[in-house]
């Protein structure tokens, strides 16, 4: 059995989600004249690949301490929807069931292709990876909760749409934009679309039901789409933790890992080297009429 790293690189310069705060680092003891080096973080647990916690956003529910790893670890469906979504449109629970088998009880990983403008890609674009990315609607919610799935993972900002947030006040511009978007494509204003009843569906909605998610998937993420993989995530023991950083891979047998390192071998690579499909972001770019 090997590993497929989904995690996206943790740095100084990794984007929190918008107003929590970076990573910062500073060393607080050197090798001369300490004879070792130390150093002394400071983050939100909302930055880089990360997953939310019940008591994220709600009081009775489970710290990161409380979850099972049999609840971490488990099989799961990946699906790409680089040509069913573009900047601020809605998928669907069809979207992802045309395209890969999810079963009751699965993880559920949703591949919007938007960590390609995340900071380690060449095309990194931080308002589009945290303002402009696809999000679901309660359509999708009352599916998730149909299929008892045990979590959701994304490769963009947030789970929720990013206007189905306080995004929507904090970026009027973007909100201008994507309001053009939903009464072109689903006949309702932004506002109408997701009104006060939906706000934040995926969080305040799935949480009760322990359906949480994880954010900002990435790494190798595009040598696995379309089929079903064991996937497993890793947040520290955390007691009282509302969400954690974590590590999150996928397992795959032996012989399948080194056909997997023979395609990598021949696709681009991000700055830290992961490989990565560029005609995702071009079918990015024709689903947004860029």
């Given at each position: 059995m090997k590993l497929i790293d989904l995690t996206i690189p943790l740095g100084i310069a990794t984007p929190a989600w918008p107003t929590y705060e970076p990573l910062q680092i500073k060393y607080f003891k050197r090798l001369a004249p300490n004879g070792a080096n130390g150093q002394l973080l400071t983050h939100s647990n909302h930055l880089g690949t990360h997953l939310d916690g019940e008591i994220h956003f709600y009081t009775a529910g489970k710290d990161i301490a409380d979850l099972d790893m049999d609840y971490l670890v488990h099989d799961a469906?990946?699906?790409?929807?680089?040509?069913?979504t573009g900047d601020y449109q809605v998928y669907?629970?069809?979207m992802i069931e045309?395209?890969?088998e999810v079963k009751e009880g699965d993880i559920l990983v949703i591949h919007t292709g938007y960590h390609h403008f995340g900071w380690d890609h060449p095309t990194?674009?931080?308002v589009r990876y945290m303002v402009k990315h696809p999000g679901p609607s309660q359509e999708f919610a009352d599916w998730a909760k149909k299929k008892k799935l045990r979590w959701i993972a994304v490769d963009c900002g947030s789970a929720d749409h990013p206007m189905n947030t306080i995004i929507r006040t904090w970026m009027p511009r973007q909100a201008a934009e994507a309001d053009?978007?939903?009464?072109?494509?689903y006949k309702q204003s932004l506002a109408e679309f997701y009104d006060d009843s939906k706000y934040q569906l995926m969080h305040i909605d799935l949480f009760?039901?322990?359906?949480?998610?994880?954010e900002c998937f990435g790494g190798q993420i595009d040598l696995l789409l379309n089929r079903r993989v064991k996937v497993g995530f890793f947040p520290w023991r955390f007691v009282d933790g509302e969400s954690s950083i974590g590590r999150a891979v996928a397992f795959v047998e032996d012989d399948e890992y080194e056909e997997l390192m023979e395609k990598a071998a021949t696709m681009?690579?991000?700055k830290f080297g992961d490989a990565y499909d560029p005609t995702h972001v071009?079918?990015?770019?024709?689903?947004?009429?860029?």
């Open positions: 469906a990946v699906v790409d929807l680089t040509d069913a669907t629970s069809k045309d395209r890969v990194a674009d931080e053009k978007v939903f009464q072109k494509l009760p039901k322990s359906i949480i998610h994880a681009p690579k991000t071009d079918r990015l770019n024709k689903m947004s009429n860029i």
